[in-house]
């Protein structure tokens, strides 16, 4: 970036995140996540902590309902409550969220602003989310017109030619616009380095 004949690079830049690092990221999560990513689609953020307040203040308001993973990640939690957001439960089993318990919580809670996920490698119960299940959540999110909020970090941690090596991010599923996909350098580089990124079409 110093090298840059640029008289502009100490200013405030862009506010998506400098576009040769949103295309070298683009580059690099493509073929992870199964999809071709447009640097266009990409917003660079402080870390997941930040981006899910910023989610909140975008998408929701004070006494809104969120569908959550019961149990879900404890701090995300927390940033939904601080927020004055409605927090449903969804079960889960095996095969990650039981999307059919969403749809029955849908009848009595039917304008969720939107859902959250930890779809890969949940945290704390480790569960992958099942391709079907994955395919039915999108299809709920059209009907009932909710959003999900998919975070992602664990994704990219799969060891080579594991199970869930070549399953594809939930961005790959996103028929209709709806998927706001988060990810992090948090669990694949260092914590301290306090970067993410927002995916969404």
Known sequence: ???????????????????????????????KYGLEISPDNLFITNGISGTMSQVCN????????????????????????EHGLNLVG??????????????????THPKPAFVYTVPVFHNPSGRTMAVPRREKLVELSKQHDFLIVSDEVYHLLSFPGGADDHL???????????????????KILAPAVRLGWIHAA
């Open 90 to 107: 969804i079960k889960m089993d095996e095969h990650g969220m039981d999307v059919d318990d969403l749809e029955a919580k849908l009848k």
């Open 58 to 81: 975008i998408f929701a308001s004070k006494g809104d309902t969120v569908f959550v993973e019961e149990p879900s990640y404890f701090l995300a939690l927390s940033i939904f409550k």
């Open 168 to 186: 594809k991010a939930m961005p790959a599923f996103d028929k209709y616009g709806t998927i706001i996909s988060l990810g992090s350098f948090s």
């Open 1 to 31: 970036k110093l090298a840059e004949d640029d008289p502009l690079f100490l200013q405030y830049g862009f506010i998506s995140g400098y576009p040769g690092f949103r295309e070298t990221l683009a580059a690099y999560i493509s073929p």
